[in-house]
């Protein structure tokens, strides 16, 4: 009997030893197969840096961090059953989704569930004002905000000529069009034709030929990349002179391995380059040299990530109400700077500026 009792305290102690020093285990999630699979990487990619840094610096409250990827290839109910998928693991926190399509219904169960959001990248104003519960937050921008700098860049640069806005039915894209035409409209210019166009096809033939109809001189695509660089190589050659704007899910470089040399020339909105950030230098040095990809969202992914360890520290806690009032009331050094989130839990940080497409590559707008 004494044996027995001997085992069964050596056996609590050891369970309640492996309970103190378990792993915490967080998640990122976005479209890791499918079309727009180049932001999954993204993410993925800043997600991993994010974990090794910060394991390799005694990790969270002395314990270290265990990364689960998810991928909804940017399906709505798909990322239910991630975010689902991630409770079932144990995941305290969410460094996703991508699209704003994926991230709104997402965050229903992550507020049930108890685990803090940080979405690096869904701009759709809906994440946050009607958040379902005081634990999603963002890093970005939204597309009211980008939208008015679009719009305003429509009426200053092509106020007196022919412009379409078009977009792809998605929360993001047809979000970040309705932004930037009543921006434009509301600045005093004039919508020529605003259409919905089907994502996932290969051939706008019949969309362009419209366009090239009515004379338009600038299009407004509310999307993602492929549909968005078909249309501008479908547009050049038709023989159109167009220019194709769009918002900050261009910012990959497959946009140029769709379009080639007729993507030159193609503006887009993005908050200010992380790349080029003193903040980020080494994160971005440590990632050049593995040879990975430090464009777009990889380090929105990584300072998500930092936020969240950062008001863990100071919460003293994983737990949900403690993670929530110190992500409310903290400032927070980040890849990206210093940053801190809203009532909303919308971010402080600087909005959106304009880039061009040229040589391969994007850069900030200099004409």
């Given at each position: 009997?004494?044996?027995?009792?001997?085992?069964?305290a050596?056996?609590?102690?050891?369970?309640?030893?492996?309970?103190?020093?378990a792993?915490?285990?967080?998640?990122?999630?976005?479209p890791?197969?499918?079309?727009?699979?180049s932001?999954?990487?993204?993410?993925?990619?800043?997600?991993?840096?994010?974990?090794?840094?910060?394991n390799?610096?005694?990790?969270?409250?002395g314990?270290?961090?265990?990364?689960?990827?998810?991928?909804?290839?940017?399906?709505?109910?798909?990322?239910?059953?991630?975010?689902?998928?991630?409770?079932?693991?144990?995941?305290?926190?969410?460094?996703?989704?991508?699209c704003s399509?994926?991230?709104?219904?997402?965050?229903?169960v992550?507020?049930?569930?108890g685990?803090?959001?940080?979405?690096?990248?869904?701009t759709?104003?809906?994440?946050?004002?009607?958040?379902?519960?005081p634990?999603?937050?963002?890093?970005?921008?939204?597309?009211?905000?980008?939208?008015?700098?679009?719009?305003?860049?429509?009426?200053?640069?092509?106020?007196?000529?022919?412009?379409?806005?078009?977009?792809?039915?998605?929360?993001?894209?047809?979000?970040?069009?309705d932004?930037?035409?009543?921006?434009?409209?509301?600045?005093?210019g004039?919508?020529?034709?605003y259409?919905?166009?089907?994502?996932?096809?290969?051939?706008?033939?019949?969309?362009?030929?419209?366009?090239?109809?009515?004379?338009?001189?600038?299009?407004?695509?509310?999307?993602?990349?492929?549909?968005?660089?078909?249309?501008?190589?479908?547009?050049?050659?038709?023989?159109?002179?167009?220019?194709?704007?769009?918002?900050?899910a261009?910012?990959?470089?497959?946009?140029?391995?769709?379009?080639?040399?007729a993507?030159?020339?193609?503006?887009?909105?993005?908050?200010?380059?992380p790349?080029?950030?003193?903040?980020?230098?080494?994160?971005?040095?440590?990632?050049?040299?593995?040879g990975?990809?430090?464009?777009?969202?990889?380090?929105?992914?990584?300072?998500?990530?930092q936020?969240?360890?950062?008001?863990?520290?100071?919460?003293?806690?994983?737990?949900?109400?403690?993670?929530?009032?110190?992500?409310?009331?903290?400032?927070?050094?980040?890849?990206?700077?210093?940053?801190?989130?809203?009532?909303?839990?919308d971010?402080?940080?600087?909005?959106?500026?304009?880039?061009?497409?040229?040589?391969?590559k994007?850069?900030?707008?200099?004409?």
């Amino acid at each position: 009997m004494k044996k027995l009792l001997l085992s069964s305290a050596v056996m609590a102690l050891s369970m309640t030893a492996s309970s103190a020093w378990a792993d915490i285990v967080i998640g990122t999630a976005g479209p890791m197969t499918g079309q727009y699979a180049s932001f999954g990487e993204q993410m993925r990619i800043g997600a991993e840096q994010a974990v090794k840094d910060i394991n390799a610096a005694g990790g969270v409250l002395g314990q270290q961090l265990v990364l689960e990827v998810g991928d909804d290839a940017c399906d709505p109910k798909q990322a239910v059953a991630v975010a689902n998928q991630m409770a079932g693991k144990g995941a305290v926190f969410m460094a996703g989704h991508f699209c704003s399509g994926s991230s709104i219904p997402a965050s229903s169960v992550y507020a049930e569930e108890g685990i803090i959001q940080i979405s690096p990248a869904s701009t759709n104003p809906k994440l946050t004002d009607e958040r379902p519960g005081p634990g999603v937050y963002r890093v970005c921008g939204r597309d009211d905000q980008q939208g008015e700098v679009a719009g305003a860049f429509l009426k200053a640069n092509f106020g007196d000529k022919k412009v379409a806005v078009v977009h792809d039915k998605t929360a993001y894209g047809k979000g970040l069009a309705d932004a930037t035409k009543a921006a434009f409209e509301a600045a005093g210019g004039t919508t020529t034709l605003y259409e919905a166009f089907t994502a996932g096809e290969k051939d706008y033939t019949a969309l362009v030929s419209k366009l090239k109809q009515n004379g338009i001189d600038a299009l407004y695509v509310g999307g993602y990349h492929t549909e968005a660089g078909l249309m501008k190589r479908q547009m050049v050659d038709q023989g159109m002179s167009t220019t194709l704007i769009s918002g900050d899910a261009l910012v990959t470089d497959e946009y140029w391995s769709i379009t080639g040399e007729a993507g030159a020339g193609t503006l887009m909105t993005f908050s200010p380059d992380p790349r080029k950030a003193e903040t980020a230098k080494d994160i971005i040095a440590a990632l050049e040299a593995d040879g990975k990809t430090t464009e777009g969202y990889v380090v929105y992914t990584y300072a998500a990530i930092q936020a969240w360890a950062a008001a863990a520290e100071t919460a003293g806690s994983v737990d949900y109400d403690p993670m929530v009032a110190a992500l409310n009331a903290g400032n927070f050094s980040t890849a990206l700077g210093d940053l801190s989130f809203d009532d909303k839990g919308d971010v402080s940080l600087p909005g959106y500026v304009f880039y061009e497409w040229k040589d391969g590559k994007y850069d900030y707008l200099t004409k």
